[in-house]
């Protein structure tokens, strides 16, 4: 069966902090990939999407970067935070062709 | 480019009550419908989805929605809630065709009161 993995859980860092997050997918292959994150009363925001290795696509300009080195691993970086960059991040994968996507567990980014 | 409206940022609703949650999208195209839900500091899990044929769909966990094209809607509804229904629910739109970007609302927190 198909996993998602994403860590860590929760995360505090101070602001000019680097950043990595990382999502890693079992039990398929080529996904999509995404990444969203989630601020307390503006729903999801799509960050990045991927649709294969080293295919890297942004949805909003910002202070992050996300890399997809290996066909189910993806990562979410930033080389200097900001306390905006706070909030819920989550990683999600689909199937190609399919209708819905399956959501990791979350990682809670605190910037102080 | 499609949206999506969730007008109701807090559902409050008694236990064993029924509960309709709202959702309105906008789109030029036909599009693909999904409720989601999150339960406090996880992930979404998908609750239910409308392809295509029965406007009425049913989901797990009792839920069902209803998508109505003339009024651009996918109404979340659940006749008698549970305590373990407390959570956040995202009604989101998908385009038919070409690449898979999903648009969440901004949510619905239900809270159910014992």
């Known amino acids: 069966s198909q996993t998602i993995h994403q860590w860590p859980a929760t995360l505090v860092q101070p602001v000019g902090s680097p950043l990595s997050l990382e999502c890693t997918v079992e039990?398929?292959?080529?996904?999509?990939l995404y990444w969203y994150r989630q601020a307390a009363g503006r729903g999801l925001q799509l960050l990045f999407y991927?649709?294969?290795?080293?295919?890297i696509s942004s949805e909003v300009p910002q202070n992050l970067s996300a890399s997809r080195p290996q066909d189910r691993q993806f990562i979410l970086s930033s080389k200097k935070l900001l306390l905006s960059d706070s909030g819920f991040y989550l990683c999600?994968?689909?199937?190609?062709?399919?209708?819905?996507?399956?959501f990791g567990s979350g990682t809670r980014l605190t910037v102080v | 480019a499609q949206s999506v409206t969730q007008l109701d940022s807090q559902v409050p609703v008694f236990e064993e009550a029924p509960v309709e949650l709202r959702c309105n999208y906008s789109?030029?195209?036909?599009?693909?419908l999904f409720w989601y839900v999150q339960y406090p500091n996880q992930g979404l899990q998908l609750l239910l989805k409308?392809?295509?044929?029965?406007?009425l769909v049913k989901g797990i966990n009792g839920f069902e929605a209803e998508f109505n094209k003339s009024q651009t809607s996918f109404h979340l509804r659940k006749p008698s809630v549970h305590i373990s229904d407390t959570a956040e629910y995202f009604c989101?739109?998908?385009?038919?065709?070409?690449?898979?970007?999903?648009?969440f609302g901004t949510g619905t927190k239900l809270q159910v009161i014992p």
């Open positions: 999600a994968w689909s199937v190609k062709g399919s209708y819905g996507y399956t």
């Open positions: 991927s649709v294969g290795i080293g295919q």
């Open positions: 409308y392809l295509s044929g029965s406007t």
């Open positions: 789109s030029s195209v036909s599009v693909y």
């Open positions: 039990g398929t292959s080529n996904p999509n």
């Open positions: 989101a739109v998908r385009a038919l065709g070409g690449y898979q970007k999903v648009t």
